[in-house]
């Protein structure tokens, strides 16, 4: 890349390459029992944090993440270093008994595990709380409700920490011992401006999937094909994985690729197994990246710096995708830019990406600012009253809320979910079913209306008949990632006997793989007296993407497999029987298959 001489060189940050502030947190932290570490990316969080967690006695280890992705990777290092691992987000459950380890979501932990007593928490990639407020109540009620022993929060860039901690002491009813540091084990360099035709081993940010495709078809146009020997390995890759998603194969075979919520599983995976094996050097994203997916990469780069909706960035999410550049290891030096050529065609709100790129250095970090929203299911359970949840919110938010205009929305939420969205969902279902079919054309037309008339309400009177089971199982149903409208509608339909595969489609075939996932999550935590016909949704999940119930899941337990057979109605000796003899016979294949291949290397004839 052309070096030049950096308007920004006042906020470069030099590294500390020898550790030394991993050491002295570790000393200061080893006899705390609750921690907040503040610390940049790049830093060396991730061994400071293991260290203190041995030193807790509290087993399990549960670590929680923001996204899915972030727990398979955890999971996948832990498994590397030779620990036993469980691997817990919604679509995947492999919890091994007596495990060092569980790698979970944080809605899992939230949800499954917070009642447990003598464990260690560590909630990684804290400040995700502050960026995506509608996913912030989960955390709140895990700081709140949490039984662990020991708790560490961790993060990159917290802004004031005693604001922060004296927030967190209030929550957890805890006292936590706050750690920060500004040091990183490698330097960080701010640039400016960039030619995409310089672009290599970078993040790219933007805030779109549009935007993605855009930056992609600009670099994939300046780019070379690789080299035969690397195209070979890609291909091979592709067909382990089983991938046939022809813009991802054309734009790896340049060495550049997007990363987004939209690829399926198995295309993530691809993608980080090239980029791990240096057939890509650049990847293209949103402000995910900033949650710590493993990329390691020497430049970052940002096509944009507001939002189309939210306007410019904050400067906490920007030194969160900012710190991505350098990796011990990989580059001793990071470097930040801003590309005026991607900023052109991405939405940047009429902002000025030059102009912004120097504001933004120049702000302070913001302070944190919380607002909660209700959860719902809590009330319907009467774990809490619609008066102690407002009263909640208005506690624990960070922002001023009012306690009566809450209790009057929440209290507007329960009464439509207990007095009008069944029958209104019953005259929806009504309309559909018959509309203005004419069913009787032998009759007058008085006498259709008549007839139709009497149908219709013969067939409402014996939807409403199931009122009294719908307000009875509600609560046990709810599902806290769904609106109460998506709720209440699913629920109706189930309850109605509207047909499973009518109910899939409408629900969990949109055409969105995620989707797809969500209502599995949904099907799971359902009772079993609603979910028959509904677990078909494995089936047609498999048949786009296996990995995404498979993988990571090693073996699984007896229990697991009846749990799985009773969903699908096919609890039965001979069922169980065969999943086990099934397992055993793709554990001799792999033993044979392990056997050939040191055969093939050292050239014996006895396999």
């Keep these: 890349m052309e070096t030049k001489v950096s308007e920004y060189t006042k906020y470069n940050k030099i590294g500390d390459s020898d550790f030394s502030w991993q050491k002295d947190c570790i000393e200061s932290i080893r006899n705390q029992q609750n921690v907040i570490l503040s610390s940049p990316t790049g830093s060396g969080k991730t061994k400071v944090f293991l260290e203190w967690a041995h030193t807790q006695?509290?087993?399990?280890?549960?670590?929680?993440?923001?996204?899915?992705?972030?727990?398979?990777?955890?999971?996948?290092?832990?498994?590397?270093?030779?620990?036993?691992?469980?691997?817990?987000?919604?679509?995947?459950?492999n919890v091994p008994n007596n495990c060092d380890f569980i790698c979970c979501t944080q809605e899992i932990y939230t949800n499954k595990y917070s009642e447990l007593e003598n464990v260690t928490l560590i909630m990684d990639e804290f400040h995700y709380i502050?960026?995506?407020?509608?996913?912030?109540?989960?955390?709140?009620?895990?700081?709140?409700?949490?039984?662990?022993?020991?708790?560490?929060?961790?993060?990159?860039?917290?802004?004031?920490?005693?604001?922060?901690?004296?927030?967190?002491?209030?929550?957890?009813?805890?006292?936590?011992?706050?750690?920060?540091?500004?040091?990183?084990?490698?330097?960080?360099?701010?640039?400016?401006?960039?030619?995409?035709?310089d672009i290599r081993n970078s993040l790219i940010v933007t805030f779109s999937r549009r935007n993605i495709k855009n930056i992609l078809y600009s670099l994939y146009l300046s780019r070379k094909m690789q080299d035969n020997e690397t195209l070979e390995e890609i291909e091979r890759l592709a067909e382990e994985d089983k991938i046939d998603n022809y813009e991802v194969m054309n734009n790896v075979r340049k060495g550049i690729s997007g990363y987004h919520g939209a690829l399926l599983p198995k295309e993530k995976l691809f993608i980080e197994k090239c980029f791990e094996k240096g057939m890509i050097d650049t990847v293209v994203g949103t402000d995910a990246l900033a949650l710590g997916v493993n990329f390691p990469v020497k430049n970052v780069v940002f096509a944009q710096l507001?939002?189309?909706?939210?306007?410019?960035?904050?400067?906490?999410?920007?030194?969160?995708?900012?710190?991505?550049?350098?990796?011990?290891?990989?580059?001793?030096?990071?470097?930040?830019?801003?590309?005026?050529?991607?900023?052109?065609?991405?939405?940047?709100?009429?902002?000025?990406?030059?102009d912004l790129f120097g504001k933004i250095l120049e702000q302070s970090?913001?302070?944190?600012?919380?607002?909660?929203?209700?959860?719902?299911?809590?009330?319907?359970?009467?774990?809490?009253?619609?008066?102690?949840?407002?009263?909640?919110?208005?506690?624990?938010?960070?922002?001023?809320?009012?306690?009566?205009?809450?209790?009057?929305?929440?209290?507007?939420?329960?009464?439509?979910?207990?007095?009008?969205?069944?029958?209104?969902?019953?005259?929806?279902?009504?309309?559909?079913?018959?509309?203005?079919?004419?069913?009787?054309?032998?009759?007058?037309?008085?006498?259709q209306l008549n007839?139709?008339?009497?149908?219709?309400?013969?067939?409402?009177?014996?939807?409403?008949?199931?009122?009294?089971?719908?307000?009875?199982?509600?609560?046990?149903?709810?599902?806290?990632e769904y609106s109460p409208k998506r709720n209440c509608e699913i629920f109706t339909e189930i309850l109605c006997g509207i047909e499973?595969?009518?109910?899939?489609?409408?629900?969990?075939?949109?055409?969105?793989?995620?989707?797809?996932?969500?209502?599995?999550?949904y099907v799971k935590s359902l009772p079993k007296t609603y979910r028959k016909g509904l677990t078909k949704i494995n089936d047609k999940i498999r048949e786009i993407d296996e990995t995404a119930i498979d993988g990571f899941r090693g073996s699984v337990s007896v229990e697991e497999i009846i749990e799985e057979l009773e969903q699908e109605g096919k609890l039965d000796v001979k069922s169980v029987m065969q999943v086990l003899k099934d397992q055993e016979d793709m554990k001799r294949m792999n033993e044979r298959s392990e056997k050939l291949k040191i055969a093939e290397e050292y050239e014996l004839e006895d396999y």
Excluded: W
């Design 365 to 447: 970090n913001e302070d944190i600012s919380i607002s909660l929203t209700p959860n719902i299911k809590n009330i319907l359970l009467d774990r809490r009253t619609i008066g102690e949840e407002a009263e909640f919110i208005s506690r624990f938010s960070t922002i001023e809320v009012d306690v009566d205009k809450t209790f009057g929305h929440i209290s507007d939420i329960i009464d439509y979910i207990k007095n009008r969205a069944f029958e209104n969902k019953v005259d929806r279902l009504v309309c559909e079913r018959f509309g203005d079919d004419d069913y009787y054309d032998s009759y007058t037309e008085d006498e």
């Design 130 to 197: 502050f960026e995506n407020p509608s996913r912030s109540r989960t955390y709140i009620d895990a700081l709140h409700d949490s039984k662990a022993k020991n708790v560490l929060l961790c993060s990159a860039t917290l802004g004031d920490m005693s604001k922060l901690t004296e927030y967190v002491n209030r929550v957890s009813e805890r006292d936590f011992f706050a750690y920060e540091n500004d040091s990183r084990l490698t330097s960080l360099f701010y640039e400016g401006d960039i030619n995409p035709s």
């Design 57 to 93: 006695q509290g087993k399990p280890i549960i670590i929680t993440a923001p996204i899915k992705a972030l727990s398979n990777q955890r999971y996948r290092e832990l498994l590397d270093a030779g620990y036993t691992v469980g691997l817990e987000t919604g679509d995947i459950k």
């Design 451 to 480: 007839e139709n008339f009497e149908k219709k309400e013969i067939y409402r009177q014996k939807l409403l008949d199931r009122k009294e089971e719908f307000l009875q199982n509600i609560a046990r149903v709810y599902f806290d």
């Design 306 to 354: 507001a939002k189309y909706y939210e306007g410019p960035i904050s400067k906490n999410l920007f030194e969160q995708l900012a710190g991505r550049a350098g990796r011990k290891g990989f580059f001793d030096e990071g470097h930040v830019y801003y590309c005026s050529d991607f900023a052109e065609f991405c939405e940047s709100c009429k902002y000025d990406t030059q």
């Design 500 to 521: 499973p595969e009518e109910v899939l489609q409408k629900y969990g075939m949109s055409g969105n793989f995620n989707d797809m996932l969500q209502f599995r999550k």
